[in-house]
């Protein structure tokens, strides 16, 4: 049997379990800068427990396809892990639940390319999975001396296929 995932909008409903989506809708908190920008303030709960700091770092990522092969997810249990795609196309975000210490059934998301995410602490996740080229990111996570990743590899791949 095929274990098949679809690909689902993303919006900050059905994130919140698995974390934030950082993006510009609703009216600005603030007007700044002599009245040329409106600041959306505070969209993601970062987290770099207490033995880490915040890093800003760059990915560049390859491409992918639909559909995908999910074989691997992966979580950190020390710290948050935000995506900020640096240019405006769309990538796909999975997520899983946790079920006793192992991923769950995922779930697949599309961003519509002015979204940003982040995940909370401990959250399964697939790997950065920019859509179009250039996948590159700015990545604020945790850096610090304690291990902070986890791998799951599943015993049959999930097939992500587009959505209904």
């Not at 700091?53 to 074989?71: C, D, H, K, T, V």
Request: glycine share 10%.
């Amino acid at each position: 049997m095929e274990n098949v995932i679809r690909v689902e909008p993303l919006t900050a409903t059905a994130f919140a379990p698995f974390g934030d989506v950082l993006d510009t809708t609703g009216a600005p908190d603030k007007i700044i800068n002599q009245g040329l920008c409106g600041r959306f303030n505070d969209r993601a709960q970062l987290d770099f427990g207490a033995d880490g700091r915040a890093g800003i770092s760059m990915f560049e990522a390859q491409p992918r396809s639909l559909p995908y092969s999910l074989e691997l997810v992966e979580r950190h249990p020390e710290g948050s892990q935000a995506f900020m795609p640096l240019s405006q196309h769309p990538f796909l975000v999975i997520v899983a639940p946790d079920a006793g210490g192992i991923p769950d059934r995922p779930h697949a998301f599309l961003t519509n390319g002015a979204q940003a995410i982040n995940f909370h602490r401990n959250t399964w996740h697939g790997v950065l999975t920019p859509l179009h080229a250039p996948g590159l990111f700015a990545v604020v996570d945790r850096i610090g001396q304690t291990p902070n990743l986890q791998e799951h590899w599943f015993d049959v791949p999930w097939r992500v296929i587009e959505g209904a």
